[in-house]
C-alpha cells in the first residue's frame, strides 16, 4: 500500500503560505517560526545589523578546523 504525505506549511505572521521554517535563539531560548521567503528576508533584514556585530556561538560558527576523519595517524597522534 503506498502513502503519500503532503505537509503544507502555514505563515505563522499572516496566515498566507510559508516556504520555510526559520530557527533563531535570542536570551538563551530558541524559537522556530514558519514563515514565507518575504517574512523571512524581512526577519533577516531586521537581525542582519546584530548579527554583523555579535559573535557566533555554535551553530555553523567553526572557532577551531575540524577533526580529521579516519583512524589516528602516527604523525597526529605526537602532534599537538
Same mark, same amino acid.
Given at each position: 500500500?503506498? #502513502?503519500?504525505?503532503?505537509? #503544507?506549511? &502555514?505563515?505563522?505572521? =499572516?496566515?498566507?503560505? *510559508? =516556504? %520555510?521554517?526559520?530557527?533563531?535563539?535570542? +536570551?538563551? !531560548?530558541?524559537? %522556530?517560526? +514558519?514563515?514565507?521567503?518575504?517574512?523571512? *528576508? #524581512?526577519?533577516?533584514?531586521?537581525?542582519?545589523?546584530?548579527? %554583523?556585530?555579535?559573535?557566533?556561538?555554535?551553530?555553523? &560558527?567553526? &572557532?577551531?578546523?575540524? !577533526?580529521?576523519?579516519?583512524?589516528? &595517524?602516527?604523525?597526529?597522534?605526537?602532534?599537538?
Amino acid at each position: 500500500m503506498a #502513502k503519500t504525505v503532503i505537509v #503544507k506549511l &502555514t505563515d505563522d505572521l =499572516d496566515g498566507g503560505d *510559508a =516556504d %520555510e521554517t526559520v530557527q533563531f535563539a535570542l +536570551d538563551g !531560548r530558541s524559537f %522556530e517560526v +514558519d514563515l514565507s521567503g518575504a517574512n523571512a *528576508a #524581512k526577519l533577516r533584514d531586521v537581525l542582519k545589523p546584530y548579527m %554583523e556585530k555579535g559573535r557566533g556561538s555554535g551553530g555553523g &560558527t567553526r &572557532t577551531r578546523p575540524p !577533526r580529521p576523519s579516519g583512524p589516528p &595517524t602516527q604523525e597526529s597522534l605526537y602532534s599537538s
